[in-house]
């Protein structure tokens, strides 16, 4: 045998073993139901990663629903963008960012009616997926209730999907949550001096 | 003064300390120009972040470019929702997972045919964000010479963005990446017996 048919041999025979691996996985896994993901730390793409879900799910034809916490005070390329779709609706906090503000009694009135928005939506069957952008740091900050967050999330509709962004995600959310992925930092472009860019930040 | 008037002056204060932290640091990054983002790790959220930035360049009206190796035998959501619009290319290597086909040399063809791809959107300034989504695990399968991927992101049009995902980024890529994000299982629930679910995996 040649070299290169017992590369090819090996190669066939590890990918079997591969596939009777993820076989048995997928077959252990045939629960459909609506799952709460969470994506904390402090890499970039938590954000993003809920804005492509929500691509996935409209190419799946669902409705969805996105309430923005925290950012809000500038335009950003996906509110532009997922507003364009009817099966989309998109809330954001009026209010910017906590420490441009600097108005504690202004940003609990602004997580408030942004709460409301989401727990609407919570309770909405016809919502296949809801997105809580940011929720994590108006919680961290105090601005709504982790209590109140954890009944509204845990009372949903069997098969909503929800995901919650935000660094520094309560212990508590993470212990009710299907899906967690902590995204953490090996390099940022930030810290070389180039600023946030279109398309990829904004 | 009472409690209460007391917490939003140390709130303000507080605010106004990181209000100061993060203006310096948005002064200091004042460069424009295409990033390259790797998007690495076992975590969910790596394809879904990759899909979230084209939504935001679409929102800005950008021209953009996908090409997903590895995956593919498949229909996604992402791929019916973005193959709606004519500022994307969408290019899928033709066959599936690797441990499906358990044929090397087919699967190099394939993998060749969707770098081919890649490279022409590597080449093209109109192209503002390039997507090279399992780009990781073709490389590791060897299917696709690392060399020739440096060589193509490094001289790639100054201002173009480009996102490669996959677990097991090889380190020469991180090394020559703006912005890297290790996405770290916490949990997931293909574990607790879910099955992947539109409009979150699928």
Known sequence: MNDESSRELRHRERMQRKKAVVDQAIARADVDRGVLLVLTGNGKGKSSSAFGMLARALG???????????????????????????????????????????????DVQAAQAAWAQARALLRDERVSLVVLDELNIALKYGYIALEEVLEALQQRPAMQHAVVTGRGAPAALIEIADTVTEMQVVKHAFKAGVRAQKGVEL
């Open 60 to 106: 799946h034809g669902m409705q969805v629903g996105v309430v923005q916490f925290i950012k809000g005070s500038y335009s950003t390329g996906e509110e532009a963008f997922f507003r364009r779709f009817p099966e989309v609706s998109y809330h954001v906090m009026g209010e910017g960012f906590t420490w441009e503000t600097q108005d504690r009694e202004r």
